[in-house]
């Protein structure tokens, strides 16, 4: 994973913006157009809106792209009280909460309550998504099998571990609560391992495509 930080400052907030993380969901956009604007420069002028108000954008950036930084320590960003993971259709994995991932050998790489991670197999900043999946035509559908409405997962809290596990799939530790954009939900109080090299037919879980189709986490396909 490799950063590319932009820093962009304003009388009492600093907002950080990680082009590597960016992959154009636009929440920020279409939240604060005063704010967020791509046809400007500077793009992002953090006082043309109440503190609270930005920090709530940029909170809602499922990525992570976006981050503020406030001399206050009652602005810091709270962790959320539940874990989701949500499977967006010919898209990310989008996760929320206590969000830790580790190398193999549990080296902490990446500590956020945002993170977008790849499922394509073509990200060339893995397990990041960086938008790959539209160059490559990724499909796949934001299903997961399970009708349990929200309120029967009341423990999907605790730190969630994501370890992309060497040309295999992503390996969650933790509980969370995993849900599709087509309405199914399910509790996942054990972990999962999710496909990441965007060949499994038992997506969003791995089924050992991987192996089969030679899939390397070191290099993007042409």
């Given amino acids: 994973m490799e950063e590319d930080i932009?820093?962009?400052?304003?009388?009492?907030?600093?907002?950080?913006?990680?082009?590597?993380?960016?992959?154009?969901a636009k929440e920020c956009v279409?939240?604060?157009?005063?704010?967020?604007?791509?046809?400007?420069?500077p793009w992002i002028e953090p006082d043309e809106a109440a503190v609270e108000e930005l920090m709530s954008v940029i909170m809602a950036c499922p990525t992570g792209a976006l981050q503020f930084d406030h001399p206050d320590a009652e602005y810091e960003e709270p962790v959320p009280e539940r874990n989701t993971v949500t499977v967006v259709p010919d898209g990310p994995l989008y996760l929320s909460g206590d969000v830790?991932?580790?190398?193999?050998?549990?080296?902490?790489?990446?500590?956020?309550?945002?993170?977008?991670?790849?499922?394509?197999?073509?990200?060339?900043?893995k397990p990041l998504c960086d938008n790959s999946h539209e160059e490559v035509d990724f499909e796949a559908a934001g299903t997961v099998s399970g009708d349990e409405p929200t309120a029967d997962h009341p423990d999907a809290d605790g730190t969630v571990r994501v370890t992309p596990v060497p040309d295999g799939p992503l390996r969650i530790e933790g509980r969370f609560e995993m849900r599709g954009q087509d309405g199914g939900a399910k509790s996942c109080d054990s972990?999962?391992?999710?496909?990441?090299?965007?060949?499994?037919?038992?997506?969003?879980?791995?089924?050992?495509?991987?192996?089969k189709i030679g899939f390397s986490s070191d290099v993007s396909p042409d």
């Fill in 100 to 125: 830790e991932i580790t190398a193999p050998d549990e080296t902490v790489l990446l500590e956020d309550t945002r993170v977008a991670l790849c499922r394509c197999g073509a990200s060339s900043n």
């Fill in 6 to 24: 932009h820093q962009y400052s304003g009388e009492d907030i600093v907002v950080e913006y990680d082009v590597n993380r960016c992959i154009h």
């Fill in 30 to 41: 279409r939240g604060l157009p005063a704010v967020f604007d791509p046809d400007k420069r």
């Fill in 191 to 211: 972990g999962a391992s999710l496909c990441r090299c965007g060949g499994s037919q038992e997506k969003p879980d791995c089924d050992g495509t991987h192996g």
